[in-house]
């Protein structure tokens, strides 16, 4: 029979690097928490005309990088590429207006994208995602910034840099589309992409990656030459509430986003520690989604966050599964009394490994070793005439005979120090 693997693009997460993964969960739950937002799970197929509505037919996702088919329906189905369109979806079909603005979500999990892998760029990939919906003000672009940055914080990331920019709105940004056609229209030789984004997607050729086009786009016009008043306003104002936190950014006229729905504020928070791919996060404002998607007008802002990125700057984290004790029963009777131990100790939310009563003590040790437990407790039958377990603590073989079913007992001596009891 064939060796069965996972699929090209798609990978298994493993201990000890999934104990970082829920770090990072546990972490962004808290945060999040804090600035009143509320989880929630949305599906990960949806209608692929939820994509090609939201998301823009000339962006490379929907180009190029969505993962469709056909069901046995005859329906086009989409595994989701990103996070915010079927949030907003979900935010008008469940009439999530109708509840005191802003609302604000977050969610977790994965994404999908049809195109070959490379590192960093796996065709399943997660993010963390979040999404205010209800408020024009730039307190809430502030908000979801300054959130963004206290969970970078609370994982021990300083060396992080936030850039931002403003693209505009539907008034301004039509001068500014114009005036980089007409710059790149003198240029040289362009990347395939390029020539298409040109007529139909121009600003996302400030966007590209091919070094010729990175190169034509010195001294390309400056998007925030050319916005409106009420998006200059808009702008300033959130800059002067992250300068008021001591929040540092940094101003970058190139980021206009991958999406068509942005608008005003768009940001990304990059590191210079993963080689090309340096944006770790990134968002922005999209005012005109949800009516995009005939619900009310409602102005939103939100962000994403690569889970694999973020996992390779964190790095391994401590695995919190090693067992306090591990149970070793010589015999039979030792086993029921083990297991029943074994039992308690979990009940107390404490980790706990229980050995079977057909191996020696040495045996026991030996796993106990290897699974890196801190106490083995052992019950033999001497243990039992006596109803005193023997309790060993591996770092230092300081040993004490504590009453068979003193819980309480156990628990203090765990808590103590080496050296404490010697």
Not at 165 to 184: L, P
Not at 285 to 293: E, G, H, P
């Amino acid at each position: 029979m064939t060796k069965l693997s996972t699929l090209k693009g798609v990978c298994d997460v493993l201990p000890p690097e999934i104990y970082t993964w829920n770090r990072i969960e546990e972490t962004s739950k808290e945060v999040f928490k804090s600035f009143g937002f509320h989880e929630v799970k949305i599906p990960v197929i949806e209608h692929s005309e939820l994509f090609i509505r939201s998301i823009g037919e000339t962006t490379d996702i929907v180009g190029k990088e969505m993962y469709t088919f056909m069901d046995k329906g005859g329906r086009s189905i989409t595994l989701r590429p990103e996070g915010t369109a079927g949030m907003v979806r979900s935010y008008v079909e469940n009439n999530l207006h109708l509840l005191p603005s802003p609302q604000k979500f977050h969610y977790y999990g994965p994404m999908f994208r049809y195109e070959r892998p490379q590192k960093g760029r796996l065709r399943q990939f997660y993010q963390i995602g979040v999404e205010a919906l209800g408020s024009a003000s730039p307190l809430v672009d502030a908000e979801v910034i300054t959130m963004a940055h206290t969970f970078f914080q609370k994982l021990n990331l300083t060396n992080l840099t936030i850039e931002l920019n403003s693209i505009g709105c539907n008034k301004c940004r039509g001068t500014y589309r114009n005036a980089i056609v007409e710059f790149f229209s003198k240029k040289g030789v362009l990347c395939n992409d390029c020539q298409v984004r040109i007529a139909k997607n121009p600003l996302r050729m400030l966007d590209c990656k091919v070094e010729r086009c990175v190169e034509q786009r010195t001294g390309a016009p400056v998007i925030l030459d050319y916005i409106c008043e009420e998006c200059k306003t808009h702008h300033e104002r959130l800059k002067e509430l992250l300068t008021a936190i001591n929040i540092d950014y940094k101003e970058n006229p190139h980021i206009v986003r991958g999406l068509d729905y942005y608008n005003r504020t768009a940001f990304e928070i990059t590191t210079e520690h993963l080689g090309a791919q340096k944006a770790v996060a990134a968002g922005g404002r999209y005012d005109n989604l949800v009516s995009d998607f005939n619900g009310p007008a409602t102005p939103a802002v939100g962000f994403a966050i690569g889970i694999e990125r973020l996992v390779a700057l964190v790095g391994v984290t401590q695995n919190q599964n090693n067992p306090v004790f591990y149970i070793a029963p010589l015999g039979k009777d030792a086993e029921d009394k083990a297991f029943v131990l074994s039992q308690s100790l979990r009940q107390r939310a404490i980790v706990t490994e229980c050995g079977d009563g057909l191996h020696s003590l040495k045996n026991h040790l030996k796993r106990a070793d290897k699974l890196n437990a801190s106490f083995v407790v052992i019950i033999g039958e001497n243990e039992l005439k006596t109803s005193q377990v023997l309790c060993k603590r591996l770092s230092d073989a300081f040993q004490k005979e504590i009453g068979i079913d003193d819980i309480d007992t156990l628990i203090a001596f765990a808590a103590e120090k080496p050296g404490a009891t010697a």
